[in-house]
């Protein structure tokens, strides 16, 4: 038969787009002809797949016309996943394999010269893909990527090493003849999600901040995004990335979501299945690399950051319009990269962690070291942060130098464990009294859920007027009240949850006592 066909997928975004891999041999002057608005990576699969047929021992056909058809034709392909399907379409269309054993099988895998299989980016996306669809069909890949696919529950995964090993599953057969036996490098790949080692650093650390730990946990119990003020060496990036250790372990549909996004850029890594990420990209970052971008969109660091921490250090240096591009992520949770052709939308639900000194030297309000900033150099710093920007950012927290003594004599500060615990109890009482994070809480869910103590309200009425707060950090300030009440296990939202959550709405000028 001189047609062919061998199924796989195409990633866009999250998104595993069915693909259909059409090889026809034809008679006439010798070519291979590869169509379906293929990228780059993928045309230069002709010689990637020539050289493998040649060295795996098995009959390339120099003397056809060959033409490959990736369809459907409108949607882009990159990458060098259908180096395998191609590389079958061709020898099923030539006879040396069975084409009509290939149907309820879908494939990729990159292919090295000499036939071995690569690993390819997006193999869960792929098999959550075929779940969602509930499909029955085998995924065949390489190693690594078979590992990573077969997560994802009542999978049917196969792992390839070579593709003589996908060859000899395939061999025209009489009716009645038995299976091809296990080789060494085909299998069944089952479901791995052991439990690994978490290896997330411990607030144990920490010496002294009471302050900044506090704030931290409020943060991980409900959601909620930060932003530390202070000195150079204060422990502002130490306190940061330990973060992630106070959140709840992850349920396996947040772990397959965020491994779904390391999968597309290229980050997963099994043994670190179910932990939380904590992306911290240089202040050098652009506006693409935070929010993604490209063509075909590729996921930035807040998807990348996906139920977990992206962490923004110096954060008055990263650009201007980069730090703006996040005013919408961390409200809604989702990021829409829109292009000419194409649009893509990215999960975004993370928790933000800035962090950032109080004048471009770093000392002003200190007591161990003199500020030479000039007020409009102050100004100009600090102003880098729009106003929008900072309303959406619920904890506004102070992180001062810790004296040498304190430091040498501190007692140990208390276990990531011990605060992960306490937190882990408060978010499950708000998510068993309204279903989301405090953070989440929206119009009139809000006002049915604060429990607002009588007291309470006057006092933020009084407190917001002369503040002059807009209605979104009010609302912000009564999430944060909300959370910690839920940590005190009160029932209502009373005075005292509402008066410690305004002091982490203080402004920049407040925070650093200027």
């Known amino acids: 038969m001189s047609l062919s066909l061998v199924q796989s997928r195409a990633l866009l975004g999250l998104e595993a787009a069915a693909v259909t891999v059409e090889v026809h041999l034809a008679n006439g002057l010798p070519s291979f002809t590869l169509v379906g608005l293929a990228d780059v990576e993928v045309k230069e699969a002709r010689e990637r797949v020539r050289s493998a047929i040649q060295n795996s021992g098995l009959e390339f056909p120099h003397n056809k016309r060959i033409t490959v058809n990736l369809a459907p034709a409108d949607l882009p392909k990159d990458s060098g996943r259908f180096d395998l399907p191609i590389a079958l379409g061709i020898l099923a269309a030539s006879g040396q394999i069975d084409s009509a054993r290939l149907a309820g099988h879908e494939f990729a895998g990159e292919l090295s010269l000499s036939g071995e299989l690569r690993p390819v980016r997006g193999a869960l996306a792929m098999s959550l893909a075929l779940h969602g669809a509930q499909l029955t069909t085998r995924l065949v890949l390489p190693p690594d990527s078979a590992e990573e696919a077969a997560l994802v529950s009542d999978a049917h995964v196969y792992r390839a090493c070579h593709l003589l090993d996908v060859v000899r599953q395939f061999l025209p057969q009489l009716a009645d003849a038995p299976e091809p036996e296990p080789m060494p490098g085909w299998s069944r790949v089952s479901a791995n999600r052991q439990s690994f080692e978490m290896q997330y650093a411990d607030m144990a650390d920490v010496k002294g901040q009471v302050a900044a730990r506090r704030a931290l946990e409020i943060a991980a119990a409900g959601g909620h995004s930060v932003l530390m003020m202070g000195p150079p060496g204060a422990g502002k990036s130490m306190l940061a990335l330990r973060f992630a250790g106070l959140l709840p372990a992850m349920t396996t549909d947040e772990a397959l979501q965020s491994a779904a996004v390391a999968s597309l850029g290229g980050r997963f890594s099994l043994a670190r299945w179910a932990q939380r990420p904590t992306c911290s990209p240089h202040h050098t970052a652009s506006a693409v690399a935070l929010v993604g971008g490209g063509s075909p969109p590729r996921p930035g660091e807040i998807s990348l950051a996906h139920h977990g921490v992206l962490f923004l250090d110096e954060m008055p240096e990263f650009p201007r ?85 304190d430091l040498l ?30 953070q989440a809480l929206q119009g009139q869910d809000m006002e049915a859920q604060l429990l607002l103590d009588e007291g309470a309200a006057k006092f933020l009425n009084v407190a917001a007027a002369r503040l002059g707060w807009s209605a979104r950090s009010t609302h912000r300030a009564l999430r944060v009240a909300r959370t910690i009440a839920d940590l005190a296990g009160a029932r209502s939202t009373q005075v005292t949850h509402v008066a410690e959550a305004m002091q982490y709405r203080r402004s920049l000028a407040q925070a650093i006592g200027t």
């Open 321 to 405: 319009a980069a730090l703006e591009a996040l005013r919408e992520p961390l409200e809604s949770g989702i990021i829409t990269i829109s292009r000419a052709a194409r649009r893509c939308e990215f999960p975004a639900r993370f928790q933000l962690i800035g962090a950032m000194n109080p004048c471009p030297c770093g000392y002003l309000g200190s007591k161990q070291k003199a500020c030479r900033c000039t007020p409009d150099q102050v100004a100009r710093y600090q102003g880098r942060l729009s106003g929008p920007l900072l309303d959406r950012i619920d904890l506004h927290v102070e992180v001062p130098a810790v004296p040498v003594a």
């Open 409 to 438: 004599q501190a007692a140990p500060s208390e276990s990531s464990l011990d605060i992960r615990q306490r937190c882990t109890v408060a978010r499950e009482r708000s998510i068993a009294r309204q279903g989301k994070l405090n």
